[in-house]
């Protein structure tokens, strides 16, 4: 008589056929594996953990696309419950909601995205990611930004764009081999352009340079495919850089500093339920900004000044990726 297999010893061994499937660019085979692996009682956690051992078991860290594979390969099965119904929440309110920096979605607000910061300048941290929203909102809808330093606290032995490039390729580098980088499966890099960073002085040629540098830099300095996104109030654009500027690349513009914290229900208040409404009701005024002929695509509509956290919301679905909104319009603001 034969003797029947275990579920565990089904499920262990599908995890590992799907792993080397994955590998080996057979995407569809290792959807399959991970769903046979499911139905016998594998957890999104076990399959997790088998691909994290995969990559440790290489010697050196498994190549950063194949571990994007593998993971997009276990999000078709094991996860696919949990997407979906993200994917309900959002278009309830017709937008896409989620933190930034060390905040995570609470009172009922989805988690559909999250932002992390990887470093700033040339110098990688991990100090402003929250793990625990990175896996809420999972792989593809968890993003990096990076702290822009200006040109006045940059080298002094190099150029102001060259000091920008520079930047933008820590930037990418950091998308790979930051600790955290294994949360990270969205290819847009946010930029973050404000005053705390330092370096932004009065000379506007130069600021611009800085920006372009970095732009150019995440579009032309690495293999991945990563898009450059900006993020920034129209205050500090139109001091920094001036309305008239335009940068070569487009970014994916992500709006800070205006009718911030102007709801009167803050997202973490469990005593009212008009959050969502409120930004939504608020989304056609901000979503026609435009710096440098890009548009809104993000907007960062509460910040922990304010109480709490940073919250943002967007108008392009996260786990798509973030594209440009280019414009025809150099500058426009409300704000």
């Excluded at 969205?186 to 600021?207: C, I, K, L, M, P």
Aim: hydrophobic share 35%.
């Amino acid at each position: 008589m034969l003797r029947q297999r275990d579920p565990v010893s089904i499920r262990q061994d599908a995890i590992k056929m799907a792993i080397r499937k994955a590998q080996a660019d057979c995407l569809s085979y290792a959807h399959k594996y991970f769903q046979l692996a499911q139905q016998h009682g594998a957890t999104e956690e076990e399959i997790n953990s088998a691909i994290n051992n995969a990559a440790e078991s290489q010697g050196t860290r498994m190549n950063r696309r194949d571990i994007l594979k593998l993971a997009a390969a276990a999000a078709m099965g094991a996860a696919l419950g949990t997407e979906v119904f993200r994917s309900q929440n959002a278009e309830a309110y017709s937008s896409y909601w989620g933190t930034d920096s060390n905040s995570q979605s609470c009172c009922g607000i989805p988690q559909n995205f999250y932002s992390g910061r990887f470093g700033y300048g040339t110098t990688s941290s991990t100090y402003y990611f929250n793990v625990n929203a990175a896996k809420a909102a999972g792989l593809y809808d968890t993003y990096e930004y990076w702290g822009v330093v200006g040109p006045t606290a940059g080298p002094g032995n190099i150029t102001a764009y060259e000091w920008g490039y520079n930047q933008g390729s820590a930037a990418a580098s950091q998308w790979v081999n930051n600790p955290n980088a294994g949360y990270v499966g969205g290819s847009t890099v946010f930029g973050d352009v404000e005053s705390g960073f330092g370096g932004w002085g009065s000379n506007q040629y130069n600021n611009q340079q800085v920006l372009q540098g970095y732009l150019d830099s995440i579009v032309l300095s690495n293999n991945y495919g990563l898009t450059p996104g900006v993020y920034i109030s129209p205050g500090n654009w139109r001091s920094f850089f001036g309305t008239s500027f335009i940068t070569s690349q487009r970014f994916v513009f992500w709006l800070a500093g205006c009718y911030t914290c102007y709801i009167s229900c803050s997202p973490c208040n469990t005593n009212c339920n008009t959050t969502l409404t409120e930004v939504q009701n608020l989304l056609p005024t901000t979503a026609n900004i435009i710096l440098g002929r890009s548009q809104m695509v993000l907007w960062q509509y509460w910040i922990s000044n304010c109480s709490c956290g940073d919250f943002n919301v967007a108008i392009q679905n996260p786990a798509n990726g973030f594209t440009p909104r280019a414009s025809s319009t150099t500058y426009r603001s409300s704000c």
